[in-house]
């Protein structure tokens, strides 16, 4: 267990948080001190599942009574959501990039509203889709989606996280319909991915940075399956690492059905294959890759910032692990006269989570 800390919430109140799915954790309030388990693997395997649960008695135990409220991710089917639900408490769902926001806020003392960048994997949306590249303005109370990364198909459910070429062919689709090939991917596999991908129904629709990377380094020829955790992004980062600076690839912002403001990646892949089709250094592409979505994040926080005066920035999400991305969005926001936050206590991973489900929940159910 993580150290206890202190929030005053203004009077008592018992939260048990249950965090996510895959660097589980879970976060007990109590009369305003936060004690914060030490992250988990992910709840599908049978081991992390049983310590989940051992943790879960623990915390219990300790609060000796029965929490005033349970808090738990939107995902439908995360076991800790599930096991939230089945224990009859009341309970309080929280949007999982909110969570990330509102860890990142309480890490640093901040309260007041501020603009959150959240970029992940996965994250279950308030419109269904999966979401992963956010960009927000709100408190600890609630949250206004302000910009997003834009949508493509996922083809092949938990698949997609693991063949990159899945996340890839998804991307492709976006721009180019049925017309492209992707190397390694045999004929016939791809035409079936290009039908579900155009004609299907029931496919999830995504804005994750994570499965964009995962694409985008399966083009490259970095990586084509995730083995370990984010090792095509990784792939993608150390690439990119042996460049010093570059200047971004095409990118284009516009506003989305959905009133957002949407980062666009279709000039930034086009860009992409076609220097990748002229020769150039791989290396070269994965920089000016990391570059162009670091521009497009900073230009949508400081459109979002010009628009509701907030000048306080927080980084959140398992793809701020990547440092290049991290320190250039937090350059470039610095640059135009906004305060940048990362993460104090925990990582910017899933196993923050649970703090901010807590203080979300406590937030919204203070008196007065």
């Not at 689709?173 to 390694?184: S, V, Y």
């Not at 792939?235 to 980062?263: F, H, M, N, V």
Request: charged share 20%; aromatic share 8%.
């Amino acid at each position: 267990m993580c150290d206890p800390f202190c929030i005053d919430f203004g009077y008592g109140l018992s939260v048990l948080a249950f965090g996510a799915e895959l660097k589980s954790s879970i976060c007990l309030l109590n009369d305003g001190v936060i004690y914060l388990s030490k992250q988990g693997g992910g709840l599908t395997e049978t081991d992390n599942y049983r310590q989940f649960l051992q943790t879960a008695k623990i915390f219990q135990a300790a609060l000796g009574k029965v929490p005033d409220v349970v808090a738990y991710d939107l995902h439908p089917d995360y076991a800790s959501s599930r096991y939230a639900l089945s224990l009859g408490i009341k309970s309080f769902p929280v949007q999982h990039h909110h969570a990330h926001i509102a860890a990142c806020m309480i890490e640093n003392g901040i309260t007041e509203p501020v603009i959150g960048i959240a970029a992940d994997g996965t994250g279950y949306g308030t419109d269904g889709a999966i979401w992963g590249c956010e960009v927000f303005h709100g408190d600890l109370k609630s949250f206004h989606r302000a910009g997003h990364l834009r949508y493509f198909k996922l083809f092949g459910g938990d698949a997609a996280s693991i063949e990159t070429w899945r996340p890839a062919a998804g991307i492709m689709t976006e721009i180019f319909g049925t017309d492209f090939r992707l190397d390694g991917v045999d004929d016939e596999t791809l035409d079936i991915a290009k039908s579900r991908l155009t004609k299907g129904t029931g496919l999830a629709k995504t804005s994750s940075l994570g499965r964009l990377f995962d694409g985008v380094s399966f083009l490259l020829g970095l990586c084509d399956k995730n083995t370990t955790e984010a090792q095509a992004a990784i792939a993608l980062e150390l690439s990119a690492a042996k460049i010093e600076r570059a200047e971004p690839l095409d990118y284009k912002l516009t506003q989305a059905d959905d009133g957002c403001i949407e980062l666009d990646y279709k000039p930034m892949i086009v860009n992409l294959l076609e220097k990748k089709h002229k020769g150039i250094n791989t290396d070269m592409i994965a920089r000016q890759f990391h570059e162009t979505i670091a521009v497009m994040l900073a230009e949508c926080a400081c459109m979002v910032s010009r628009n509701t005066g907030i000048k306080k920035i927080m980084l959140s999400g398992g793809c701020f692990l990547n440092k290049i991305l991290r320190l250039r969005i937090s350059e470039l926001a610095l640059a135009n006269g906004l305060e940048v936050y990362t993460h104090k206590i925990t990582s910017p991973g899933d196993g923050c989570v649970a703090l901010g489900q807590a203080v979300i929940c406590a937030s919204n159910l203070m008196k007065g």
